[in-house]
């Protein structure tokens, strides 16, 4: 499985519960647009994920930012994503870096709203913020490898399914 998080927002503890926390346990590849904001939350990341692909948001500490960087490239099963926190791109940027990167889809936090919509010939996938969700839903996102790219979701901490959707291979599937 693949979890994609963003906008935690935490200084001393990232805030991981119910199914957040197994998605992030049980997950190969956890993806992260950005805003941990201490080291201290990087680190349980880090030793709470698989595998950790993330990227530094806006309200990053410096420790944070040195160690992140502001884009990331990736592929699971077969499909390929551009992460960015967002903060700074317009959705013709977002759209732009996603054919840079001949992704299909792109990943961004900031706004703490979970969403998934078209952005030209792209996706746009938001997880939303599974700990600081303002004035929207709590969310985060899980992907499952599938016969022709992945199935994923939007899912609250408690397990409320928010939005399925599917995401396609291009070609030959990839590696991770």
């Given amino acids: 499985m693949l979890a994609i998080l963003s906008d935690t927002h935490g200084t001393d503890d990232p805030r991981l519960d119910g199914r957040t926390a197994t998605a992030v346990a049980e997950a190969e590849v ?5 805003d941990f904001t201490t080291e201290t939350v990087l680190d349980v990341f880090h ?3 698989g595998r950790l692909h993330a990227v530094h948001g806006n309200r990053d500490d410096p420790g944070v930012t040195e160690r992140l960087p502001e884009r990331r490239v990736l592929e699971y099963g077969g499909v390929r994503f551009v992460v960015v926190h967002g903060h700074e791109h317009s959705e013709q940027a977002l759209s732009l870096a996603a054919r840079e990167a001949g992704a299909a889809c ?5 706004s703490h709203r979970p969403t998934l919509r078209p952005l030209g010939d792209v996706t746009l996938l938001n997880p939303g913020s599974h ?6 839903q709590p969310a ?3 992907l499952e490898r599938a016969a022709d790219g992945l199935e994923g979701r ?3 901490p408690d397990g409320a399914l928010l939005e399925t959707f599917a995401l396609r291979a291009a070609g030959p599937a990839g590696t991770e």
């Fill in 154 to 156: 939007l899912v609250q």
């Fill in 47 to 49: 030793n709470r994920a």
């Fill in 106 to 110: 792109v990943v961004v936090g900031h």
């Fill in 30 to 34: 956890v993806v992260h647009a950005g």
């Fill in 140 to 142: 985060h996102a899980e």
């Fill in 131 to 136: 700990a600081d969700p303002r004035q929207y």
